[in-house]
C-alpha cells in the first residue's frame, strides 16, 4: 500500500490549525484542502502566481507569489500545503520573517510539507516524496526559522521526509 503523503500532511494542516467558524485563513498555494478549509471557516484567500481555480463561495484568489501575500492584519491562520519547498532557502526565510512582522499576535502558521527528518542518503527512496527536491528544507531549520521570525513552532514528523510545523505568533 503505497501513502500519499502530500494527502497526510493536508489533513494533519487542517487539523492543526484547528479551524474556526469565524476564521480568515490565508493559504499560500493553490492546494485541494481548500474545500475543506472553506467549509470551516468564515473566508479563505488562495494566493497563487497560476490562474484562477474554481473556489467555494467564501473564497477569493490573490494572483500574487506565495510569498507575496496580501494585508494579513484580519488573518488569523496561515497555511502552506506542499509549496514551501519550491521557495528557495532566501525566500522560505524573507517568507517565515515577513509573516513573523504582518501576522497579528496569536494568529498561526501552519506549514505541511517534505522537511527532511533524516539526512537525505540514508532515506529509501526519496524521489517518493516530490518531484523538486531542491529546496526541501530540514525539520529543524524550519522550526529555527519559525522561532526566529516571532513564532512558537511546534513539529510534528510523518516518517523521515515529511512535516508539520505549527507556529503561533508570539507577543512582539
Known amino acids: 500500500m503505497s501513502v500519499d503523503w502530500a494527502e497526510v500532511a493536508g489533513r494533519v494542516v487542517l487539523e492543526a490549525c484547528n479551524p474556526d467558524a469565524r476564521?480568515?485563513?490565508?493559504?499560500l498555494g493553490y492546494s485541494p484542502i481548500v474545500d475543506a478549509l472553506a467549509e470551516r471557516v468564515a473566508r479563505v484567500?488562495?494566493?497563487?502566481?497560476?490562474?484562477p481555480r474554481a473556489l467555494?463561495?467564501?473564497?477569493s484568489w490573490h494572483r500574487a507569489a506565495i510569498d507575496a501575500p496580501p494585508d494579513l492584519a484580519a488573518a488569523s491562520m496561515v497555511?502552506?500545503?506542499?509549496?514551501?519547498?519550491?521557495?528557495?532557502?532566501?525566500?522560505?526565510?524573507?517568507?517565515?520573517?515577513?509573516?513573523g512582522k504582518r501576522l497579528p499576535e496569536r494568529a498561526l502558521l501552519v506549514i505541511g510539507d517534505v522537511m527532511?527528518?533524516?539526512?537525505?542518503?540514508?532515506?529509501?527512496?526519496?524521489?517518493?516524496?516530490?518531484?523538486?527536491?531542491e529546496h526541501a528544507p530540514t525539520a529543524a531549520h524550519v522550526t529555527t526559522l519559525l522561532r526566529d521570525a516571532g513564532?512558537?513552532?511546534?513539529?510534528?514528523r510523518f516518517g523521515p521526509a515529511v512535516a508539520v510545523?505549527?507556529?503561533?505568533?508570539?507577543?512582539?
Not at 56 to 59: G, T, V
Not at 120 to 126: G, K
Not at 165 to 172: E, S, Y
Open 116 to 133: 527532511w527528518s533524516l539526512p537525505r542518503d540514508i532515506v529509501d527512496e526519496p524521489e517518493q516524496y516530490a518531484d523538486q527536491l
Open 56 to 59: 467555494p463561495a467564501n473564497a
Open 45 to 51: 484567500t488562495v494566493v497563487d502566481p497560476g490562474d
Open 23 to 27: 476564521d480568515h485563513a490565508v493559504l
Open 165 to 172: 510545523v505549527i507556529g503561533l505568533r508570539a507577543n512582539r
Open 79 to 99: 497555511l502552506v500545503h506542499w509549496t514551501w519547498r519550491t521557495l528557495t532557502p532566501a525566500r522560505q526565510q524573507a517568507l517565515a520573517t515577513l509573516l
Open 151 to 156: 513564532f512558537l513552532p511546534d513539529l510534528h
